[in-house]
Structure formats: C-alpha cells, structure tokens
C-alpha cells in the first residue's frame, strides 16, 4: 500500500502542473477549467491533510504542534483565497488577485510542509502507520469525489492542535 507521504507528495507535484496549465490558459474558458479543479483539488487535499496526517504528526512530530498550527493557517489561507477567487469574473483583475494569493500560499505551505512536516512525520511514523493513513488517505478521496460531504470552512489552528494532542 502506498505511504501517506508518497501521496501527498503527488498531490503536491499536482498542484504545480496546475498552477502552471494556468499560466499556459488562453481565454476565460480555459482558466475556468484550470481552476475549478485545481481549487476542487486543494480543497480536498487540505481535508484530507487535516482528517488524516496531521492529527498524527502533532502527537509525534519533534514540531508537531507548530508545524500544525502553521499548516492549518496556510490552508486557512488558501481556502480564503480559493473562496474570494469565485467572488469575481474569471479573469478579472481582482479574480487573478485571489488565484495569485492561492498560489503564492500553496507554494509557501508545500515548501514548509516537504521541507518540516513530512521528515518530521517519517522520523516518528513506522512505515505500517504510514501504509495505514495511506489507505484512509485513498479512502478519503473516493467517499468525497468531487468534495462530496466536505464544507471547505476554515479551522482555528490553536483549537484543532488542542483537540488533536
């Protein structure tokens, strides 16, 4: 079974081919296109992340409380920005304004997490726990295709770490 890294870790390399096929959209039906699912996608993923990695990494992690508190604002972030992005036409100027924010947010949130939070959780996750979440990670996917049953609200980060310890 694949390890819950692994996949986030496509999730991840997804997530830059999606930003990127933005920049190569050449009209408003295209970026549409583009970023419903790319948005859909970093939705989910968030979810996902917050349902089944990090309430394991902020109990064994050597970081694990910040690197979740961190993690839970950056996708706090980024949800903000996805839901501002639907407040304006496609290709506005404002519309670029929250794409730009998504990405700039994704970007920071998927170094730090490549980075801090996935070698932090190897280090202190066996490879059968990691096979485990990877299973319930591809679960998640299928019992929510298309973000079926998930709100996208933000969490308060200090409150989901103390739920989670």
Do not use: C
């Amino acid at each position: 079974m694949d390890d819950i890294t692994a996949l986030i870790l496509d999730d991840h390399a997804a997530f830059r081919r999606g930003f990127a096929r933005l920049d190569d959209a050449r009209d408003e039906t295209e970026l549409l296109a583009v970023w419903e699912a790319l948005a859909l996608h970093l939705d989910i993923h968030a979810e996902a992340e917050e349902t089944i990695l990090y309430p394991h990494l902020v109990r064994h992690g050597d970081d694990g409380e910040d690197e979740t508190t961190d993690a839970i604002g950056d996708h706090n972030e980024i949800r903000d920005a996805i839901a501002e992005s639907k407040l304006h036409p496609v290709g506005s100027d404002q519309w670029w304004a929250a794409v730009w924010k998504a990405r700039r947010e994704n970007s920071e949130h998927l170094a730090e997490e490549e980075d801090g939070a996935l070698p932090d959780f190897r280090r202190h996750v066996g490879v059968e726990l990691r096979a485990e979440l990877g299973a319930r990670w591809l679960t998640f996917y299928g019992e929510h295709k298309n973000g079926r049953n998930l709100t996208f609200d933000d969490k308060d980060p200090q409150k989901y770490v103390q739920e989670h310890r």
